[in-house]
């Protein structure tokens, strides 16, 4: 990066492992685009089109509003305008950057965490899309858990520890994100585990079933299914580790309509759901839960020990199954549910093997992630 832009993955770094004070994300696009997608803690001055005329004037009236003894990192869609506001503040005395390809960067950024307490699990974190994947490994071996589509992530997380990687999963046919889980294990001749309920068209991938395991060095990455998601949806137990997929986050479960958003079909995915969570929860107070997605959430790693989650008031939904309210749990769910992922549908048609990626199949996944219930 050059002294007038910083790059997506630094911001990342500053705001989630360092001290946040040291960075000041100023974001310039619209409103309606800040609203539906930005970073956390983020200051919005919308001044998107007036920056594409080169007109600095509502800029400069909020210059007494920017913080002139920290640095300013300069947020908008791909680069461009934010460059502009950065150059501009810099001629004001302001230490400004312009985010490297704003917020398309910001999608594309993996930051990779060990779990405290949890012996043998790497988790990796989208700040930008809210996806989280996962490498488990034991001796020299390693399997890849929901791995994105920047499948260099995960071989470089592997050769950082001298890791072999033996095998591919996927929780479950991802509505969200292209997972890279087939084109990584095709490139390492590995096997790629999926539910045979969530395989679509694919041909290729070894079923998961449920109380099999995996063999990861010496230790064995144990199947739960956990259907409600989609029919197919696993949740993986790995020592101390509840590796729950989209089945369980840490405020909220996965919901249960992008399958089938008729109501009927809707609840009776959500029933699956509240019974799949049932049999989750009567696992020991111990055990870590380690989601696939987040919200807003900005600890890091992301993990909750299952005894203190349901203990929280912070998932309601969950709150429901420790009362065994299953009627309250369904109707919470069809009442609350969100828009739908953006372009989940290709996205899903892409994951079960019914049609090749284009060109833009970067831009497919870019955007708030909405694969929470409530």
Same mark, same amino acid.
């Given at each position: ?5 910083? %790059? ?18 100023? %974001? ?141 999963? %996927? ?10 889980? &087939? ?35 010496? &230790? ?54 509240? %019974? ?99």
């Amino acid at each position: 990066m050059s002294n007038t832009t910083i %790059d997506p993955s630094a911001v990342a770094r500053r705001l989630y492992t360092e001290n946040t004070e040291d960075v000041f994300v100023l %974001d310039v696009r619209n409103e309606a685009a800040y609203d539906e997608w930005h970073i956390e803690g983020s200051t919005l001055i919308p001044i998107y089109d007036e920056l594409l005329e080169y007109d600095y004037s509502t800029l400069e009236s909020h210059v007494d509003e920017l913080p002139e003894d920290t640095e300013i990192a300069v947020m908008c869609v791909a680069g461009i305008t934010s460059s502009r506001a950065a150059e501009f503040l810099r001629t004001h005395g302001f230490d400004a950057k312009s985010v490297a390809d704003g917020m398309n960067g910001w999608g594309r950024v993996h930051r990779q965490y060990e779990v405290e307490g949890v012996d043998g699990v790497v988790q990796i974190v989208r700040p930008g899309t809210g996806c989280v994947s996962y490498l488990v490994h034991d001796g020299d071996e390693a399997v890849v858990i929901d791995p994105s589509q920047y499948i260099d992530e995960y071989l470089s997380a592997a050769d950082e520890r001298g890791l072999e990687i033996v095998g591919i999963a %996927d929780t479950h046919a991802h509505a969200d994100h292209v997972s890279g889980a &087939r084109r990584l294990a095709g490139e390492l001749d590995v096997p790629y585990y999926l539910h045979e309920e969530d395989s679509g068209s694919l041909n290729g991938s070894t079923a998961l079933v449920d109380g099999e395991s995996i063999a990861v060095g010496e &230790r064995d990455l144990n199947v739960i299914d956990t259907p409600g998601h989609t029919p197919g949806s696993v949740s993986f137990a790995f020592g101390d580790a509840l590796l729950s997929g989209d089945t369980l986050f840490l405020r909220s479960v996965g919901r249960p309509d992008l399958e089938d958003g008729a109501e009927e079909a809707v609840r009776t995915a959500a029933s699956q759901l509240f %019974d799949s969570l049932e049999e989750l929860t009567e696992l020991d107070d111990e055990r870590v839960v380690l989601p696939g997605h987040f919200s807003s959430e900005s600890i890091r790693p992301l993990a909750t020990d299952l005894g203190d989650l349901r203990a929280e008031t912070t998932n309601e939904l969950l709150s429901y199954v420790a009362e065994g309210n299953e009627e309250a749990f369904v109707e919470t769910i069809v009442d609350s549910l969100a828009d739908e992922p953006a372009n989940y549908n290709e996205i899903k048609q892409i994951n079960w093997g019914e049609q090749q990626p284009g060109d833009d199949v970067e831009e497919l996944e870019l955007g708030p992630n909405n694969c929470a219930a409530n």
